[in-house]
């Protein structure tokens, strides 16, 4: 995984210890990041008590949104694809009192699969 995995829209795993220090302004007391990944410029982060997704807009990526979504909170998920290894794939999650549902785009199916068990292991 690199700078190409990341290019081709796979989500690479970032070090947990280097998002904690980035991340520690919003997190709680007694909230660790578990697991990471960056999708070009967006994240997923997984703490042991929410799932953050953090979206960056514009062309210089300057302005960012960080939304929360407590485990508890995740009606359901899914991974939508032509496969279990396809080129386009897209990360799926109904979250309670959304009429519409949060939807992530990967243009490399392989690793949402990463993506997809951590999301399970705190979900269900």
Same mark, same amino acid.
């Given at each position: ?19 904690? #220090? ?60 032509? #496969? ?24 490399? #199916? ?15």
């Amino acid at each position: 995984m690199g700078l190409f995995d990341a290019l081709m829209g796979n989500a690479s795993e970032v070090s947990s210890h280097k998002v904690a #220090g980035e991340f520690a302004p919003i997190l709680i007391q007694g909230e660790e990041v578990v697991k990471s990944f960056r999708l070009i410029r967006d994240m997923f982060v997984f703490t042991n008590k929410r799932l953050i997704l953090v979206d960056k807009q514009g062309l210089t990526g300057s302005k960012v949104d960080f939304h929360t979504i407590p485990y508890k909170s995740i009606n359901h998920f899914s991974k939508r694809s032509n #496969g279990l290894l396809d080129l386009d794939a897209e990360l799926i999650i109904w979250v309670k009192g959304s009429d519409a549902p949060l939807i992530k785009e990967f243009r490399k #199916g392989e690793n949402i699969n990463d993506v997809y068990k951590v999301l399970s292991t705190y979900v269900l």
